[in-house]
């Protein structure tokens, strides 16, 4: 498949809008699982740990599975791995409503649901780079505001919902609602040139099966001119003897050379399939030893490993409040009468406005992006570190809108990796940041719950979740210094496959 040139426009925009809806009605629910998550705690009456890894598996479990995603979504296709993922999301969620036990949801909002988002997250983040180029920024913005609005109004349509329907109704209604996702994913056209030329790599590859064919028929040569010879002699005695025999034994030989051409032809068919079957399975394997080759190369760049520690810590640390965010307030004994907006409605909206800033910034030359989202990590684990001492509903609204805008910095996450790795190894090396990231959000709030469970409070909990995010933030600074430019610029040119962050050039 050879790509064109991204247009920067054109059909992207409507790449852009459907992929916008796509995560919307994707990542509404589970984005805006802490509404749920109050409810199943009273309806299962489990311990909160326990009950988190719902919400975290439904947030985690597609980041996880992020390498067999983007080999699905390079193997396939977005279009039809996102109409395929819309069935999973609606089906997990209407399944859901017929939980009888937390282990059910593990399965089905959690696995399935969280499976399909994940799918769905790389398709639309994979097409959407295909698209872009200089708006690239921008484009990933955008759609990634989808989430973050989702979780806005999903918040407090699913709180609506259960009022008037209750739990079963509400998760029955979303699933319904998901099935829009089909038509989206329906309109994601891929950007490939039908009318150019096959590449070099695709006849090289086809030499080694003709070459492989025709190897084994060469070791077959012997046995042709064995079959040869005997079919002389066979003829040379039926010349010598009588005539009334020669009629008879003349049938017969028409009838053996009928059988031999019959074994012959099954033979060979035989060898071709064995041939193909060999070469299919050489040519799979090589694919895997690649792979895992690629994968080396990639963590020997110094920004990249740093950067898949850092993910990992911030989301063990940033991602437990848009879960838990509604029990830390009922836990403070703040009067829902004080409410005036749900505070993850807050943290949607502000992560929606944060994730169209850093991207719309992103894209202006001056701006670094590596930096950048090193800032948003630091003042991440600032805002964590405050949320114990946070006793009224003003102060946990503001540190919401706090968090929910550096949170924002998901959009220029895909950006800072194309920048680190190339627009070359995008799928691969995002395939492997976002399992990091999934590790993260499945281990966060359960084991905020933990500390709930053990302290019967939170300031731990948090304080834990903020060392974490700053740790990960300082070792990405570490890794980006302009010092180690300097160093590498003394050091021998690096292989072609090896590719290293140049913090001056970023944009």
């Keep these: ?10 059909w992207g925009w409507v790449i852009v809008v459907v992929s916008f809806f796509t995560q919307f009605l994707c990542y509404g629910s589970p984005l805006a699982v802490g509404v749920l998550y109050l409810e199943w705690l009273d309806a299962f009456g489990e311990g909160k740990g326990k009950t988190a890894w719902v919400g975290s598996l439904a947030n985690g479990i597609g980041l996880l599975a992020s390498p067999v995603c983007s080999i699905c979504v390079s193997s396939f296709g977005a279009r039809p791995v996102a109409i395929f993922s819309g069935f999973m999301v609606a089906g997990g969620l209407m399944m859901s409503s017929f939980a009888p036990n937390i282990y059910f949801l593990y399965i089905s909002y959690g696995i399935v649901v969280g499976l399909g988002c994940g799918l769905l ?32 109004i999903y918040a407090a349509l699913q709180r609506e919902l259960i009022d008037l329907y209750g739990l079963d109704g509400c998760l029955l209604i979303v699933g319904a609602l998901s099935l829009n996702i089909l038509a989206c994913g329906s309109l994601m056209r891929p950007l490939e040139s039908s009318d150019s030329p096959p590449s070099e790599k695709t006849c090289v590859d086809k030499v080694p099966d003709q ?19 005997k079919g002389y002699v066979d003829e040379k005695c039926v010349n010598n003897m009588p005539d009334f025999k020669q009629d008879s034994i003349l049938n017969k030989n028409v009838l053996s050379s009928i059988n031999v051409n019959e074994k012959d032809t099954y033979k060979k068919k035989v060898v071709e399939q064995t041939n193909f079957c060999k070469q299919l399975a050489k040519r799979k394997w090589q694919l895997y030893l690649n792979y895992w080759e690629e994968t080396v190369v990639l963590f020997k760049n110094k920004v990249f490993s740093a950067l898949f520690v850092a993910i990992l810590l911030f989301d063990i640390g940033g991602f437990p409040p848009s879960l838990l965010m509604e029990d830390v307030a009922r836990s403070a004994n703040i009067n829902e009468d004080d409410y005036h907006v749900p505070l993850i409605s807050i943290i949607g909206i502000m992560t929606a406005v944060g994730k169209l800033t850093l991207g719309i910034l992103a894209d202006f030359k001056w701006v670094n992006t590596l930096y950048l989202y090193v800032t948003t990590l630091l003042m991440t684990g600032v805002a964590l570190f405050a949320i114990p001492f946070a006793k009224s509903y003003l102060t946990l609204a503001m540190l919401s809108g706090i968090l929910g805008f550096l949170t924002g910095n998901w959009s220029i996450f895909p950006y800072v990796t194309t920048k680190t790795v190339g627009i070359e190894k995008l799928t691969h090396a995002y395939g492997i940041l976002m399992f990091f990231a999934g590790l993260g959000n499945s281990l966060g709030p359960p084991i905020v719950g933990w500390f709930y469970d053990w302290t019967q409070e939170y300031n731990t909990a948090f304080y834990f979740s903020g060392f974490c995010v700053l740790l990960g933030g300082f070792l990405l600074l570490l890794a ?8 590498t610029s003394q050091s021998p040119k690096l292989p072609p496959n090896t590719y290293s962050y140049k913090v001056a050039s970023s944009a």
């Design 1 to 10: 498949m050879v790509f064109r040139k991204p247009p920067d426009g054109g």
């Design 480 to 487: 980006a210094l302009p010092c180690w430019n300097a160093c």
């Design 121 to 152: 997250y790389t398709a639309t983040v994979t097409i959407t780079c295909h698209y872009f180029d200089k708006r690239r920024g921008l484009a990933l913005g955008l759609i990634s505001t989808g989430s973050s609005v989702g979780l806005f």
């Design 211 to 229: 070459y492989f064919v025709y190897h084994e028929k060469e070791k077959t040569v012997e046995e042709n001119i064995s079959i040869l010879e």
